[in-house]
């Protein structure tokens, strides 16, 4: 084997590393695409929507499957908040620069006697924390680090055919309703 067949180190990263995103919000972000099973060894896929991420993972979550899975997500308090924490978890694994902090970071700079006053505000000012992302850049990063596309255009277009058939209940599955118990005696 030949040693100019050999990928150098530069060339490795290149191929997985960061590369510029174009947001919704009219921003530009440093972000890595590590893959799905890169989020499941980071433990940042809960367990209730680990089907629907190996799904994607495996390139079968059709259009359908999305729709369902995003029904049953908005029917269940549980799944939603697990959704949302994922796609924070994902925005702050995958962002490079501007390096996005969770707001636990805040609430250290806060809590922090040593810090003057304009300390901790120069301190605040020059870093970003996941609740100032806005939601659809978040969406964007989360469909595109998982295997979506970087055109914002179609995004928004497929972001509102999924938000409009979800909010009609059209092409959504939605889990049968029980019948109600009789009552005991």
Known sequence: MSDSKVSTAKQWKKAGGAGPLDLPSGNTALVIRPG?????????????????????????????DLQKG?????????????????????????????KVYPVSRREEIMADEGLSEDERERQLEELIFIDEVDEA??????????????????????QGELMESLSTGQNVERPAKRAPRAAKR
């Open 36 to 64: 799905v099973m890169s989020f499941a060894k980071q433990g940042l896929i809960p367990n209730s929507l680990m089907g629907m991420m190996n799904k994607a993972a495996d390139g079968k979550l059709a259009d359908k």
């Open 70 to 98: 995003l029904g049953d997500i908005l029917e269940d308090p549980k799944k939603m908040q697990d959704m949302l924490g994922m796609v924070d978890a994902i925005t702050l694994y995958c962002v490079v620069q501007p």
């Open 137 to 158: 850049d978040k969406m964007f990063i989360f469909n595109w680090a998982v295997g979506g596309d970087r055109d914002l255009d179609r995004f928004r277009e497929q």
